[in-house]
């Protein structure tokens, strides 16, 4: 009888609880994949951003190149035009 009763109870109590943590685990888990989603949109325009600089990195040297072989050739045709003939 009464140890039936608490029996009940108890079941009762522990379905209540068992409830109540499958809710917080599962708003944990929704705060986490929002937290993550958050982050990796973040990263994703670091990453834009990144490529970006590579890109303009490598323009630069190019341009960069491009211009020290033409100093190179005024260096030379001005050296000709300097030296005695």
């Known amino acids: 009888g009464k140890i039936g009763k608490l029996d ?16 917080k685990i599962k708003q944990l888990d929704n705060q986490n994949r929002e937290y993550r989603d958050e982050i990796l949109t973040k990263l994703d325009g670091i990453m834009g951003e990144l490529q970006t600089m590579r890109e303009e990195n490598t323009i630069g040297m190019y341009q960069m190149r491009e211009v020290k072989e033409e100093l190179d050739d005024h260096e030379k045709r001005i050296s000709k035009l300097e030296s005695p003939q």
């Open 8 to 23: 009940e109870k108890l079941d009762s109590k522990i379905g209540q609880l068992d409830e109540k943590l499958d809710s």
